[in-house]
Every structure is written in structure tokens, then in C-alpha cells.
């Protein structure tokens, strides 16, 4: 089965700082790959994903991911955080065409006004 | 309206008793899901079902039973509750084509 690792378990960051989370993943076959963010006290809402093409993801809120594939890597990025963007982020991984999906153990961001 | 809802929000109880958390989707999806939530917000997946027939059943104790009287619903039944059974459950639900999950607000489960 497919699995997923987050390198980064607590970012610290001011405000309009850069961020980028790592995330990696193992599995020989095509995979769909995902980021979710969890908001304090609420569920999961997906950020963006990435099937097939560009490898390079743009999502909500000025979020990106980039898909290299040599790497198993999925970093998400953002030039410039905000406050609000303080969250728990998970990086998320399927295989093609399945429904067993596997999460990291997620990386929670904290950005300081 | 609500894509994902489950039921209750809050659920605090004593060890031994026997709870039940209830969910549906207004999605249309084919596949529903049970994930836990620990306290170090590691998501693990518990069940998924597809059209009513249960296709993921991760290593969980029997204690644990889904049931999904139609494809819309999912429920889960936790019998002889633990300590460590306290997390928080998440409902989710996707389609078969493997966009992504969508995902309820949450159980959180207290066992005193």
C-alpha cells in the first residue's frame, strides 16, 4: 500500500514569510496527490490535488504544490503566509482509480502576526 | 446545505458503554469512509464502503462496526468503549473516480 511521509512536524513563521512543506510518498503505480488543510477545531478541506499534467498545482488561497516525480515529491508552497493560514496541513496520496487513500501525519504551521 | 454531515458533534461517555456516530453525504458519491483523528492529529483510516459493501477494513478492533444501510449512509457503532478509543472521527465520502474526499465536521469522542 501506499504510504506518506511529512518531514516538517512544526513550522514557525512571520507573516509574509515563505512557506514550503515537505511531503513524500511511496508507491511504484500512478498515484493522485492531495493536500488538505485543517483549520483549529474544523475538518479537512482539500487545498488542491494533482492527477495527471502540469506538474505544477495552483489551489485555493494562494497555495501551490509541485509533482516531481523522480523525487516522490509533493512540496506545497506559498510565497507569502498569512496569519489566517495557521493550520494543520496534511499531504495525501491514492492510487490511480482507487479510493484508499493514505494521509502524512501532518504538519502544523504556525504563523505569528 | 451540509455535503458531509455527521452526528453528534460532541460525544462524551463512560468505558463500557456502547455509542453509535451517524453520517451522510448529499454528494451523490459512491464511496464513504471512516477515518480517526488521534490527539497528535494522525489521521488513520478505518473503513470505507462502496455502494453499501465494505471494500477497506483496516487493522481495527471488533469493538468497531460500520454499518451503511444505503449508499448515502454511513454509520459507526463502537461497542465496550476504551480510553483510548477518545479521538476524533471523520466521516468522508468521494466518487469513484478518485477526486478526492470530502470530509464531515467531526466526532469528538471522549471516553471517561
Known amino acids: 500500500a501506499q504510504s506518506v511521509s511529512q518531514h516538517n512536524h512544526h513550522v514557525i513563521l512571520s507573516e509574509a514569510a515563505s512557506l514550503e512543506l515537505g511531503c513524500n510518498y511511496s508507491y511504484g503505480g500512478t498515484v493522485n496527490l492531495f493536500w488538505y488543510v485543517q483549520y483549529p477545531g474544523q475538518h479537512l478541506q482539500l487545498l488542491l490535488k494533482?492527477?495527471?499534467?502540469?506538474?505544477l498545482v495552483k489551489g485555493i488561497k494562494g497555495f501551490e504544490a509541485e509533482f516531481i516525480k523522480s523525487k516522490f515529491s509533493f512540496n506545497l508552497r506559498k510565497p507569502s503566509v498569512q496569519w489566517s493560514d495557521t493550520a494543520e496541513y496534511f499531504c495525501?496520496?491514492?492510487?490511480?482509480?482507487?479510493?484508499?487513500?493514505?494521509f502524512g501525519a501532518g504538519t502544523r504551521l504556525t504563523v505569528k502576526p | 446545505d451540509t455535503a458531509v454531515s455527521q452526528t453528534p458533534k460532541y460525544l462524551v461517555t463512560q468505558m463500557g458503554n456502547d455509542k453509535s456516530i451517524k453520517c451522510e453525504q448529499n454528494?451523490?458519491?459512491?464511496?464513504m469512509y471512516w477515518y480517526k483523528q488521534d490527539s497528535k492529529k494522525f489521521l488513520k483510516i478505518m473503513f470505507s464502503?462502496?455502494?453499501?459493501?465494505?471494500?477497506i477494513n483496516e487493522t481495527v478492533p471488533n469493538r468497531f462496526s460500520p454499518k451503511s444501510p444505503d449508499k448515502a449512509h454511513l454509520n459507526l457503532h463502537i461497542n465496550s468503549l476504551e480510553l483510548g478509543d477518545s479521538a476524533v472521527y471523520f466521516c468522508?465520502?468521494?466518487?469513484?473516480?478518485?477526486?478526492?474526499?470530502?470530509f464531515g465536521s467531526g466526532t469528538q469522542l471522549s471516553v471517561l
Open positions: 464502503y462502496n455502494n453499501k459493501e465494505l471494500i
Open positions: 454528494l451523490g458519491h459512491d464511496t
Open positions: 468522508a465520502s468521494s466518487s469513484m473516480s478518485g477526486v478526492g474526499l470530502f
Open positions: 494533482y492527477f495527471s499534467g502540469d506538474p
Open positions: 495525501a496520496v491514492n492510487s490511480y482509480n482507487n479510493n484508499d487513500m493514505r
